[in-house]
């Protein structure tokens, strides 16, 4: 059975920090690329950071560069987002998404963890 169950969320002042974890089982995890998926309120869900399988080339979104850090330890089958300096906007639920490598079709997600940053 596979499950990507998210966690970390919570309530953070603007500024503050938090680390979200995504455990990953049922599945060979080093064979899918893993990626931190956000949705806010009213909008659509946009693609935060991106970590190929071996974890050797990250991408983020714009909105996020140089606060965010999506990192992944395979022998733990889990992915980390790390948010520092976070902002009201990165308010949101935070879904965990995983694509196996050699058919993107086969992809995977959590349940979403809640991040609300407000003062």
């Known amino acids: 059975q596979v499950q990507l169950v998210e966690s970390g969320g919570g309530l953070v002042q603007p500024g503050g920090s938090l680390r979200l974890s995504c455990a990953a089982s049922g599945f060979t995890f080093n064979n899918y690329a893993m990626s931190w998926y956000r949705q806010a309120p009213g909008k659509e869900r946009e693609l935060v950071a991106a970590?190929?399988?071996?974890?050797?080339?990250?991408n983020y979104a714009d909105s996020v560069k140089g606060r965010f850090t999506i990192s992944r330890d395979n022998a733990k089958n889990t992915v980390y987002l790390q948010m520092n300096s976070l902002k009201p906007e990165d308010t949101g639920v935070y879904y965990c998404?995983?694509?196996?490598?050699?058919?993107?079709?086969?992809?995977?997600w959590g349940q979403g963890t809640q991040v609300t940053v407000s003062s």
């Open positions: 970590i190929t399988s071996a974890g050797d080339s990250t």
């Open positions: 998404n995983a694509v196996y490598v050699w058919r993107p079709t086969i992809n995977y």
